[in-house]
RNA sequence: GGUUCCUUGGCCGAGUGGCUAGGCAACGGUCUGCAAAACCGUGUACGGCGGUUCGAGUCCGCCAGGGACCUCCA
């Protein structure tokens, strides 16, 4: 397998040819949730773009390290440093919990919700909470270098010393100049120089729950800081591929290139790449906006502003078919949309099981492949891959019908191509496949059904192969009838 | 206001300057006892106005509309 992977890299905003630093190695480290309520709509998109990066490095035979963070302190609610509190810190007090009761809480459902989704687990996921030490170590290193000063036990990171050495804003498109002219004076600043210097350690009041002693004061490592070392420890002081949602590409993403850069002497990250949101009526999907819908809400339909439940695979498959760069939004007609075409490849993956080969091939194989990787090939173009397993897909149902021939050889070779496309890469699940242990129970006595009814219509007795037919239809059993007998499907 | 991205047929959503993206919906046909499914076929789509070019949805300019970031957010 030689294929030629191009990424779209946010630094330089061209597509670039992956090439890894280490070769046949791989390292990816992705902003993970701050775990503070529970996952939304907008968590899928990240999760699943770098699901998909993931599958796909994977399925290239690479040995990827994938590092996914959890954020469980630092992460201040409020614009003002100086007053706003520690999201999970909030949480706690309004709740009546343990800091980390709130953190093990939502990380649990987090988890689930990934499952559900079928995304895999990171190879680490390191919490900020877990690497004190390390970012303690990160911020005197910066201090070291003279890029962050000491106030009132605080310590800040030196925006305006940093970009005289580089650029600050360089992946964002900024600089300095624009970010003081652009910026809201806010008040209570007064500990830092300048308005965009971020905290790298703060100083915790008492009544702070979350609180570590250092030798600054006892306090918190800023928000930003944890992606620095976390990634650092785990990936080394160069790594390739670094991913997160677009919303946070300033300040958080420049702000771990500046700490980098000023803790290391160079920069961390070889491919920064950047997924977009997911949107609803035109505007972005965001707890801090308040127009989000759970996932626990999509999977279940308890949500004002769904017509129905959206199983976890059509939520997967709607986010695959557009690409990650582009926003999407949300509706019930796209999403519901996104499920028939969904069922359509799933019903395709299981006639393709049970395909005849013989005599020569009418359509090529290679040629669908081929088409295939070119899609992936070109910066995950998941909507295009799609639109060419479905002309597969219409291939497969002429096969089926006896207007279209496949070859043994070909046979094989499209069911391997559909498997790894479909199942490994896309990271799509038959939902509707029954268990196992039932399925041949449940097989057997439909059948059974079925081939009375079969009896009943070669007797013309319309009445009864027409009742059985919609009592199944009924318990959610397809029928379909064919010249040579009958095909069934739960639906 | 600054930076930046976008505007594609009924809906969603791809498009590297010339060749049918794809899905959903709709309509017609084949098949069928009837259905369903499947297959075949059907759409003056590219926000507006100019320009470059033999040729532009695709490049350039202007205009209109919208989004994102600029404060926490995946």
Redesign the pocket.
């Known amino acids: 397998m030689n294929q030629e992977l191009k990424i779209f890299n946010s630094l330089t905003?061209k597509k670039e040819i992956f090439n890894p630093l280490v070769p046949g190695k791989a390292g990816m480290y992705v902003?993970g949730?701050?775990v503070y309520s529970n996952a939304h709509l907008?968590?899928a998109?990240?999760a699943i773009t770098f699901d998909l990066l993931y599958r796909y490095l994977l399925h290239l035979g690479l040995k990827v390290r994938y590092v996914r963070n959890i954020t469980d302190v630092g992460?201040?609610?409020d614009?003002v440093e100086e007053t706003g509190e520690d999201?999970i810190s909030k949480k706690a007090r309004l709740e009546s919990l343990e800091p980390m009761e709130v953190v093990q809480k939502y990380m649990n459902t987090f988890h689930k919700n990934m499952a559900d989704l079928n995304t895999l687990s990171p190879s680490i996921e390191p919490r900020a909470s877990g690497h004190i030490i390390e970012q303690q170590l990160m911020v005197k290193q910066i201090l070291q270098k003279g890029f962050a000063y000491e106030s009132n036990g605080s310590v800040y990171f030196d925006v305006e010393k940093y970009n005289q050495q580089h650029h600050y804003g360089k992946l964002?498109?900024?600089n300095l100049d624009?970010?003081l002219h652009?910026?809201?004076q806010l008040e209570g600043q007064e500990e830092k120089k300048n308005p965009f210097d971020f905290a790298l350690w703060k100083k915790a009041s008492p009544e702070h729950i979350m609180q570590w002693p250092s030798t600054w004061s006892n306090g918190f490592p800023g928000?930003h800081l944890e992606c620095s070392a976390m990634s650092t420890k785990y990936l080394g002081e160069v790594f390739d591929i670094h991913g997160?949602?677009?919303?946070?590409?300033?300040?958080?993403h420049e702000c771990e290139i500046a700490q980098s850069t000023a803790a290391l002497g160079h920069e961390s990250v070889r491919y920064w790449m950047h997924?977009n949101?997911?949107?609803i009526n035109?505007?972005?999907?965001?707890?801090?906006?308040g127009n989000f819908i759970t996932l626990d809400e999509l999977f279940t339909g308890s949500h004002e502003l769904l017509q129905q439940a959206y199983s976890p695979m059509t939520v997967r498959f709607f986010i695959l078919?557009?690409?990650y760069r582009?926003?999407?939004?949300f509706?019930n007609?796209?999403l519901?949309?996104?499920e028939?075409?969904l069922d359509?490849l799933m019903?395709a993956m299981e006639l393709l099981e049970k395909l005849k080969p013989g005599g020569e091939s009418s359509f090529k194989v290679e040629e669908l492949a081929e088409n295939c990787y070119n899609a992936m090939n070109d910066d995950l173009?998941s909507?295009?891959l799609?639109?060419h397993l479905?002309?597969g897909?219409?291939i497969i149902?002429?096969i089926?019908?006896g207007?279209a021939i496949i070859n043994d050889a070909d046979l094989i070779t499209l069911k391997s191509l559909y498997n790894t496309f479909v199942f490994e890469i896309l990271g799509l699940r038959n939902e509707k496949a029954p268990s196992s242990r039932n399925k041949e129970i449940l097989s057997e006595a439909i059948e059974l059904i079925l081939q009375l009814r079969q009896k009943a219509?070669n007797n013309k007795d319309?009445a009864t192969?027409?009742r059985i037919?919609n009592e199944l239809t009924h318990m959610g059993i397809?029928?379909?009838?064919?010249?040579d007998g009958f095909e069934w499907h739960l639906m």
């Not at 035109?282 to 906006?289: N, P, V």
């Not at 397809?478 to 010249?483: A, F, I, L, P, T």
């Open positions: 905003r902003c949730p701050t907008g968590h998109r990240p992460h201040l609610e614009e999201k964002s498109g900024r624009d970010i652009n910026s809201r928000w997160g949602g677009l919303d946070l590409q300033f300040p958080h997924n949101m997911i949107t035109g505007q972005k999907m965001a707890r801090s906006l078919q557009a690409h582009s926003t999407v939004d509706s007609e796209a519901q949309a996104a028939k075409g359509r019903k173009n909507p295009i799609i639109s479905f002309d897909v219409r149902n002429s089926h019908d207007k219509k319309w192969s027409d037919r397809e029928v379909k009838d064919r010249k």
